[in-house]
């Protein structure tokens, strides 16, 4: 049994090569490296250079008999940025997801598990948010991803296919070990920001939004830590090879927000550099707070989160962003 991997050089996904690794599962991995990195690679692993849109690549790669489940993370994932170029998102992320999806129909793979996003959710008007709460995704990202979801759904339903989708709260963080973290060039995600900023990597960050409907004006998120994110992952995985749910949907999140300025106060206070932060306008695409309900996962999979502390992913994240930036230095523009 091998488990594919589409876009494990990225973030999420090296960490899920390195947690299947730790558990001595068989991994083959399907990045393009446009935004992933080779260095967080596994040299013992198979590693496929190519576009899971191509279908001689696809077909190629499962080819291999041995590979039972796809757990896909390949995918644009800036919300800001599907706002810009939503047709560039609805090609990465919904077409080439049902190239991929067909692939697998075509080569009888039975189990997919699907990187989805509490963007689906959009304003919802009411919280925590439940994986039955109506989907109302602003943005095109949100809009990219719950178009997969459905095929999902009516795939189980029509073959001999069962497909788990997890929506990914904000994930954070950093493998405690040191062996990855979030590594992209440009961030544009809080934390990476923010830690960026404290590490001098940027000479300031901005706060886009300070009158929003909350307590302190910010916006507030559920943040998750990326490896008990990946925990998820593994029990998903489990849950797929024993159940005969053809289909199912789990929030991944703790049920617990923060808002931007309790982010930026963490990160100042672990790091104990006050930088500079700017204020600025909304940003497009932002709902004011999505948090989760996250019991299902904990109720059905036996999920059981151990870094569920804002400081500790923070402390994960500097962490890593110290070790990465001494191995590739870089300046950005901010
Ligand atoms: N923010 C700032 N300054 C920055 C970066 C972010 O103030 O430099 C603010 C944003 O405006 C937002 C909050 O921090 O209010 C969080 O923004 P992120 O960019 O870190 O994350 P998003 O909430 O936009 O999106 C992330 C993932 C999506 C996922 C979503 C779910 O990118 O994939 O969380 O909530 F869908």
Redesign the pocket.
């Known amino acids: 049994m091998t488990v594919l991997v589409t876009g494990g050089a990225g973030y999420i996904g090296s960490h899920m090569v390195l947690a299947l690794r730790d558990r001595g599962e068989q991994v083959t991995v399907l990045d393009d490296l446009s935004t992933g990195l080779q260095s967080l690679l596994l040299p013992e692993v198979p590693f496929v250079q190519g576009d899971i849109g191509d279908d001689a690549v696809l077909d190629a790669v499962l080819s291999d008999p041995s590979i039972d489940t796809v757990i896909h993370f390949a995918a644009r994932?800036?919300?800001?940025d599907s706002v810009a170029d939503p047709l560039g998102y609805y090609l990465n992320n919904t077409v080439k997801a049902h190239r991929l999806i067909s692939a697998c129909v075509r080569h009888g793979i039975k189990r997919f598990i699907f990187s989805s996003?509490?963007?689906v959710y959009g304003e919802t008007g009411s919280e925590p948010v439940l994986e039955s709460s109506t989907l109302n995704p602003i943005s095109p990202?949100?809009r990219s991803k719950w178009m997969v979801e459905w095929m999902l759904r009516d795939t189980a339903a029509a073959h001999d296919f069962k497909a788990l989708v997890l929506r990914?709260?904000?994930?954070v963080g950093a493998d405690p070990q040191g062996r990855s973290g979030q590594s992209g060039r440009n961030a544009?995600?809080?934390?990476?920001?923010?830690v960026e900023t404290a590490l001098g990597l940027r000479p300031h960050?901005?706060?886009?939004?300070t009158d929003y409907p909350t307590p302190d004006g910010?916006?507030i998120?559920?943040y998750i830590h990326v490896s008990d994110l990946i925990a998820a992952h593994l029990c998903g995985l489990d849950h797929l090879r024993q159940s005969p749910d053809g289909f199912s949907v789990y929030n991944c999140a703790y049920g617990r927000g923060a808002s931007?300025l309790e982010?930026i106060d963490s990160v100042k206070r672990i790091s104990g550099v006050d930088f500079t932060v700017l204020q600025a306008g909304?940003?497009a695409?932002?709902?004011a707070s999505?948090i989760a309900d996250g019991q299902a996962l904990r109720r059905d999979l036996g999920w059981q989160p151990r870094h569920d502390s804002l400081d500790e992913m923070v402390r994960h994240a500097l962490q890593w962003e110290r070790k990465h930036s001494n191995l590739q230095p870089y300046s950005i523009q901010s």
């Open positions: 994932i800036v919300v800001p996003t509490a963007a990202y949100g990914y709260f904000n994930v544009t995600h809080l934390i990476k920001v923010a960050m901005t706060l886009f939004g910010t916006c998120r559920d931007v982010v909304r940003r695409g932002d709902p999505i």
